[in-house]
């Protein structure tokens, strides 16, 4: 007597449920079978219990969460140095990174990429290591033996052929880099195999040693900024680490997959894919900095921090120059921080306090329209009526 | 009485802050008296007429009367005076922006330099900014820096000068120094349509109005004066700033007057400038601080209102409160977590104000009668005209007869009343509740050891603070919201934050783990706390006849029936394979219909953060449930506890000799390895870690090895102490320490770390003179081979003072950034407030969530939208298996 699978979906489709919990509804009623009688009564226990699950209105959530993610910090260990997965690569953790989080810094401290290979290739080390060498940025040290040869004025950089074809990297290719890096001449002669001799522009003492310097700076494969690349073999594919991030360089590197590799620079996600990855990459990495830590935070403290600083389309800071330095309220901006500068700019421009927040009630001595504040009673007059 | 007097006046509320600047006109106008002479009292300490303390500005000397508006000291809120600069002196506050609109506009005609069309556009940028609510920083800076380009001013092609700004106020164009005087003439000329353009509004603020030419002199409540114990007069800091400028006003005055040379002029504008620059502000970069006479720098104006103790932070933002008591909190596991136990003394202090109506006449009656000595007696008695009279043993009898419907009596605190208990820091909403107070003798407060981890607190000295709720909403509100039952799950995690700590735990472990044989004296004395009055069937009887209880089922006794839960305790060995039900370390808790079948209670049962049967009994059952249970729990532990009895000293980390031969070896073959290690680092056959030296990879070897030797040696210390052990039993239960404190008292310390690495500092080439240089072995690098028990040698114990004291400095730099952190995340955060429709906004309307966390589900009550929640409900009615 059970109802087929169309019943079930018109019976629950529109109803006001998490998708989620409607997929596992969807999934246990179909596999069980119900009767009609059975899935009204299950829809209107679901739906029950679903109401008593809900926030109150007026609840203060911003607060619980801001307190939720704030009072585990107590319990962070400050320790910057610790490893993530690779032993090999330094990653910041703990308190130190949580604030550079929700400091929205440009750069990390430490960036760091994880990238996935495509998935035929991926259990292909030897694949892997052409990918790795693809992407390190390779130096003239990694290379060569640099010698200053003052007598003729010239560096002579001694390759290393072994080397060489380990990284897949050409003499000539090396001569037409440091020539175009350098904008000097590069000569390579052909008496002596694998040898490249650079000439500075003036036979001056001093440009020589300048260039002998600058020839370290110049990247001759791979991706500039990534410093070193580790192999690491999870589960069984071979997964990419790196010591620097470039995303965008990266994702057009061939035999990488594009879906499984991300960076914990948030300011790069947010330029490469924009905002709502940058929401989800903020989330993501507090909730990893905490779960290292083996802290438990609700996701939805983390999604309301993240939420916040990407609501206008940007990621903002919390903080002065972010979230708070724009608040509406002078009296909230005055009593957070820079007072003085927010009270005299007010002044010039006339600015209005409306006060609605928080802040600008209790200076004022007023309740705050939050919570048990928020709410409006209104009573009819019983005399009135009389 | 009349019928208005009983409803009370609604309120004021205020709408709105409107800010701008005073202009001169407008100080002038609210200005009492014009101030001119530098001095305050006269001989006979009566204030001078148009001097700084002049009576008109207000009054704070009890028994004078403002000459303005008649009331005395404290009535009379104060008035302004103001006096008249001889030069104009500019705001040093507004110098950047002065600065901006100096450059931005013709030096000539005053006209803004900008064509019409881009000052229209502007204009219209401004106000999409303003109707977006956002702040307009952004586009005013463009227009300043977009006028600046302009080299000849569009209006009147008058070529613009370059006008270079120095620290602290000297405008300097083409070699001339501009006087405020000429700046200020160039601003009155700008059209109130480009003050619009440059972002302000004329009528409230016009830019020469930065530059003063009368200053206001705020009143003496302000600035008020204190009279030292010998009789001397303190000024305020405000009054010395002001005294020094009106004497160089003056100066120039007469210099002018006498037509002093133009430099003596011009210092003595300087010096005016000097003063009313540190008057506003006294931290200006370049300009060097007034001082006091001992050499103190001068509080002024913006360090009243700057920083932590500043106006906003410490006094708006934060206040000082009336009705709160503070004192050491001390355990008493036999009150409810709901309670708190509250002094005699203090509660004969803090008082509730009730009203006198009809009904509770005699019973407020009784209360003035015991007065204030008696405990649960009134202090005070506030008459219908709203006088506060004290209740004393004089006036007792003459207050009792007059007392009636309409008072207001102040009624000492007595048992039950709700009050909000706090303990800082205050990190989260749980650390500050309700409790109901009991008042009990000696000095302390009392809370059940339960409500230790929300606040965060031992008993080692901690003090904590309560406040007295002094209005029925408030009490309903801080009842109904705040009281610690309701505050069991934190909404951090969704779990219980209040729990079984120490005793509770180790009690209840103690007390359901093996098979007991209690008698029914014991039994009934292990639950004489609890409302139970029924004991069970007996478990079974011994060979004398005699029924004997276990204690699984006497803890079974306060579990509410209905009550079903599986899980794996805290001693779980996590084998290969769980064997759940049938666990032979009885490691696995099965609870059915409220009966304890199988398992141990431990911190994965009841503990604070982790307590799954609390986590449970909360959840389904309710918070009043939740609350008895915790209640019941702690006074059954407490009780089992002492049944048994649990003590640790120093012999209970006595191993066998055996064990410490077996730890000794163990140790031995570490340093051996290590020293392989070196030796084959020495001889270059090392081979190094991927991307890694040679150096970096021979510490992490060592570092491997040592911490792997410790882990073993507190493994065979583990082994030999046995299961009985107390240290054995706390640490497996969760109740206190951990197996790595136990492997450091008994067996060994272990390697002592620097930033995670091996101590390195100390002597050139070496950590201490007892070493070879160069020595990369384990002891000459912080690895401390005894145990606390045995005892550390002075090498090891001053490695271990290293690495204790990173511990400390770690503490310190962590408590200061956490905390920046969490004001920051607050202050961000704390406009945001979930909308009726469900939605998350701030109070400005900004939405930052269409739905709270995306489902809109409550992280305290999220177990009810879980998977497992939806099978159990498809279960129950259909009655079939869901997988």
Not at chain 2, 612 to 638: C, N, P, Y
């Amino acid at each position: 007597m059970s109802i087929s699978e169309a019943t079930i979906d018109s019976m629950i489709s529109g109803l006001p449920l998490p998708k989620t919990t409607l997929a596992t509804l969807r999934k246990d009623v179909v596999d069980v079978g119900v009767t009609k009688k059975e899935m009204e009564v299950i829809i209107e226990r679901v739906m029950a219990d679903y109401e008593y699950a809900c926030v109150e209105p007026c609840e203060a959530v911003g607060v619980v969460s801001a307190q939720s993610i704030g009072e585990p910090g107590t319990q962070m260990t400050m320790r910057t140095f610790h490893y993530a997965g690779v032993a090999e690569i330094n990653v910041t953790l703990g308190l130190p990174r949580l604030i550079e989080i929700v400091d929205a810094r440009k750069t990390p401290s430490t960036p760091m990429m994880t990238v996935a290979l495509v998935k035929e290739y991926a259990a292909d080390r030897e694949f892997a290591r052409k990918v790795a060498w693809e992407i390190e940025a390779t130096h003239i040290e990694h290379l060569a033996d640099v010698t200053t040869d003052l007598a003729n004025m010239n560096l002579i950089l001694d390759l290393n052929e072994k080397i060489l074809l380990q990284r897949g990297i050409g003499v000539e290719a090396i001569a037409e880099k440091l020539e175009a890096g350098l904008g000097v001449k590069v000569k390579i002669p052909s008496e002596v195999a694998n040898q490249i001799i650079v000439i500075p522009k003036e036979p001056l003492y001093r440009d020589l040693l300048q260039l002998a310097k600058n020839i370290h700076g110049i990247t001759l494969k791979g991706i500039e900024g990534i410093k070193r690349v580790v192999i690491r073999k999870d589960g069984e594919e071979y997964t990419l680490y790196t010591e620097g991030s470039m995303l965008k360089e990266i994702l057009e590197v061939e035999g990488i997959d594009l879906s499984r590799t991300s960076t914990n620079n948030i300011g790069e996600i947010y330029e490469v894919f924009g905002i709502e990855a940058a929401r989800f990459a903020i989330i993501k990495e507090a909730s990893d900095t905490l779960r290292e830590q083996g802290l438990t935070v609700d996701i939805r403290h983390l999604m309301l921090v993240s939420d916040i600083m990407t609501c206008d389309g940007e990621v903002k800071q919390i903080g002065r120059h972010g979230i708070s330095g724009e608040k509406a309220s002078v009296f909230a901006r005055a009593a957070f921080e820079v007072t003085v500068n927010h009270l005299l700019d007010a002044g010039m421009r006339g600015d209005i306090d409306e006060l609605n927040g928080v802040t600008e009630n209790i200076i004022v001595g007023q309740p705050i329209k939050l919570g048990t504040g928020d709410v409006h009673l209104v009573a009819r007059n019983p005399l009135k009526d009389l | 009485m009349q019928m208005d007097n009983m409803v009370p006046s609604i309120p004021k509320r205020i709408g709105a802050i409107k800010f701008g600047l005073i202009s001169p006109r407008e100080v002038r106008k609210m200005s009492v008296t014009s101030i001119i002479t530098a001095d305050t009292y006269d001989d006979d300490g009566y204030p001078i007429d148009m001097g700084l303390m002049d009576l008109r500005l207000g009054v704070i000397d009890p028994g004078l009367k403002c000459k303005s508006c008649g009331s005395r000291a404290g009535e009379c809120p104060g008035h302004f005076g103001h006096i008249e600069l001889v030069a104009p002196v500019i705001h040093v506050g507004f110098n950047k922006i002065l600065r901006k609109i100096l450059r931005s506009v013709c030096c000539k005609c005053s006209s803004l330099l900008l064509e019409e069309g881009k000052k229209r556009d502007f204009l219209e940028q401004l106000s999409r900014q303003k109707d977006m609510g956002h702040l307009p920083d952004d586009v005013i800076n463009n227009v300043f820096k977009e006028a600046r380009k302009s080299k000849t001013c569009p209006y009147c092609n008058e070529e613009q000068l370059d006008i270079k700004f120095e620290k602290p106020s000297e405008y300097i164009e083409n070699g001339h120094k501009l006087t405020p005087t000429e700046i200020r003439d160039r601003f009155e000329n700008i059209s109130d349509d480009d003050i619009r353009v440059m972002g302000m509004n004329p009528d409230t603020a016009r830019p020469e109005w930065m530059i003063l030419t009368v200053l206001p002199v705020p009143p003496v409540t302000v600035r008020p004066s204190i009279t030292l114990e010998s009789g001397q007069r303190s000024e305020d800091d405000l009054t010395h700033k002001l005294v020094d400028i009106i004497r160089i006003n003056q100066r120039f005055q007469e210099n002018r007057d006498a037509g002093a040379p133009q430099l003596i002029i011009e210092d003595l504008w300087e010096l005016l400038q000097y003063h009313l620059t540190t008057y506003f502000d006294n931290e200006v970069s370049g300009v060097p601080p007034a001082r006091h006479r001992s050499g103190r720098p001068l509080k002024t104006l913006t360090q009243r209102l700057k920083g932590k103790e500043g106006r906003f932070r410490g006094s708006l933002s934060g206040k000082r409160v009336n009705f709160s008591a503070r004192t050491v909190v001390s355990p008493d596991p036999n009150l409810s977590i709901n309670e708190v136990g509250v002094p005699l003394s203090i509660a004969q202090h803090m008082t509730i104000p009730v009203r006198v109506i009809s009904k509770n006449l005699d019973l407020m009656r009784e209360y003035v009668r015991r007065g204030r000595e008696v405990h649960p007696g009134a202090n005070y008695v506030i008459r219908d005209d709203e006088r506060r009279i004290k209740v004393t043993d004089i006036n007792k009898e003459e207050l009792l007869e007059k007392l009636e419907p309409g008072w207001t009596i102040e009624r000492q605190m007595q048992d039950g009343d709700i009050v909000l208990f706090n303990r800082q820091p205050s990190l989260h909403k749980m650390s500050i509740m309700a409790h109901r107070v009991k008042v009990l003798p000696n000095k302390t407060f009392k809370l059940n050891p339960a409500v230790c981890p929300p606040y965060n607190a031992d008993f080692d000295g901690d003090e904590m603070n309560m406040h007295v709720l002094q209005t029925e909403e408030s009490r309903a509100e801080a009842s109904i919201l705040m009281q610690v039952q309701e505050n069991i799950l934190s909404p951090r995690f969704g779990g219980p934050i209040i729990g079984g700590i120490h005793d509770h735990i180790s009690g209840l472990f103690l007390l359901t783990r093996n098979q007991k044989f209690i008698s029914k004296n014991d039994a009934l004395e292990l639950l004489r706390k609890s409302e139970l009055r029924v004991l069970p069937e007996p478990a079974g009887h011994l060979e004398d006849g005699e029924p004997y209880w276990d204690g699984k089922q006497i803890f079974s006794q306060i579990l509410p029936k209905g009550l079903y839960v599986e899980f794996p305790a805290q001693v779980c060995f996590k084998c290969d394979t769980c064997k759940k039900g049938d666990c032979e370390y009885d490691a696995y808790v099965v609870i059915e219909d409220g009966e304890l079948i199988k398992g141990t209670i431990d911190e994965q049962a009841i503990g604070a953060f982790k307590g799954r049967v609390l986590d449970k009994v909360v959840k389904e059952f309710g918070t009043t449930a939740g609350a008895q249970f915790v209640d019941d729990f702690t006074r059954l532990a407490i009780r089992g506890v002492m049944h048994t009895g649990l003590s640790f000293g120093i012999s209970d980390e006595d191993i066998p000799l055996e064990a410490k031969e077996g730890i000794a070896i163990r140790l031995q073959d570490a340093e051996k390895e290590v020293a392989e290690l070196v030796q084959a680092y020495e001889n270059k056959e090392l081979e190094a870690l991927p991307g890694r030296t040679l150096d970096e990879t021979i510490e992490m070897r060592i570092m491997q090895t040592l911490g792997k030797a410790r882990d073993d040696t507190g493994g065979m210390a583990d082994q030999s102490l046995g299961l009985e052990n107390s240290a054995v039993i706390m640490a497996r239960s969760g109740a206190r320490g951990s197996i790595l404190n136990l492997t450091q008292m008994a067996a060994c310390v272990g390697q002592q770390a620097v930033r995670g690495e091996r101590i390195r500092r100390g002597y050139a080439g070496r950590t201490l003179p007892h070493f070879d240089k160069g020595d990369l072995g384990a002891d000459a690098h912080g690895f401390v081979k005894a145990s606390y028990k045995s005892g550390l040698n002075p090498t090891e114990y001053f490695f271990h003072a290293i690495g204790g004291r990173e511990g400390l400095v770690d503490t310190a730099v962590r408590t200061s950034q956490s905390g920046y952190l969490q004001r920051r995340l607050v202050n961000a955060l704390q406009d945001l407030e979930v909308q009726y429709d469900g939605s998350v906004r701030e109070t400005r309307g900004v939405i930052v969530q269409f739905k709270y966390g995306e489902d809109g589900i409550d992280s305290t009550k999220s177990d009810y939208s879980k998977p497992e929640a939806i099978h159990r409900v498809v279960r129950s009615v259909t009655g079939k298996e869901v997988a």
